[in-house]
């Protein structure tokens, strides 16, 4: 019953998941596009990708994956009793888990919060303006790495944490938002001037609302037609 559910909640999410994707991408391009601002992050994005098809990278983002699921399940209370990373694959031994522990890593960029939290926390003792381009820069690569692996393991066999989730029709629209938020997210702190969190919200909400609409309109048509010909 409760599989079903979530399968019902992914089917009815995934138009709103396809719509925010469109939204956000529509308003992200235009900020990407101020090459004057934000060449260093771009620059590190390019360095991702170029890294990604060179087909290296695995074992870090396998590391980074299973340390995501490890700090998810320590903040949601769950014990961990295991941690196994090798080139190609890795495991997290835990005493329970949830939807937020098994899907974490697909959209927690985990080398971006780290590269954050460093920069951050050498703001405290030392001027780290000058240094703010090789931050973006690694904000860029960071991003690109976790984003580039995630679509790649997304398009492969189904996960088994998109299963433990409530299986992909559910997990998959939701990691699609939420990716979407952190995007979005992460501009906004890099660049606080560039984009609008707001007028973004906006934006999205009203891409979605027109999908719907779109979609209940069609099913009305679709409704009233076939009473047409049933009563003929």
């Known amino acids: 019953m409760k599989s079903a559910l979530k399968t019902t909640a992914g089917l009815l999410l995934a138009p709103a998941a396809a719509a925010g994707a469109w939204a956000t991408a529509a308003a992200v391009v235009p900020v990407l596009a101020r090459f004057d601002v934000t060449f260093p992050l771009l620059g590190g994005a390019l360095a991702g990708l170029l890294l990604h098809l060179s087909g290296r990278g695995k074992r870090p983002y396998v590391a980074a994956h299973e340390l995501t699921h490890a700090l998810a399940a320590v903040f949601s209370g769950v014990r961990v009793r295991k941690i196994s990373v090798s080139r190609k694959s890795g495991y997290v031994l835990l005493d329970s888990t949830n939807a937020f522990i098994s899907l974490a890593p697909y959209f927690i960029p985990f080398y971006t919060l780290a590269a954050g939290a460093a920069y951050a926390l050498a703001g405290f003792f030392w001027n780290v303006a ?3 381009p090789w ?3 690694a904000a860029g690569f960071t991003l690109a790495f976790h984003l580039l692996h995630t679509a790649d393991v997304l398009s492969g066999p189904v996960q088994s944490d998109l299963k433990k989730a409530g ?3 559910f997990s998959l629209p939701l990691l699609v938002l939420l990716n979407c938020l952190g995007v979005a997210a992460a501009l906004k702190l890099l660049f606080p001037g560039l984009i609008g969190l707001k007028p973004l919200a906006a934006r999205v909400l009203a891409a979605q609302g027109a999908v719907y609409r ?7 048509y679709a409704v009233n037609t076939a009473r047409i010909y049933i009563g003929s």
Request: glycine share 12%; no cysteine.
């Open 130 to 132: 000058p240094f703010r």
């Open 135 to 137: 931050f973006l820069a």
């Open 167 to 169: 299986g992909p029709v």
């Open 214 to 220: 779109h979609i209940w309109n069609g099913l009305l």
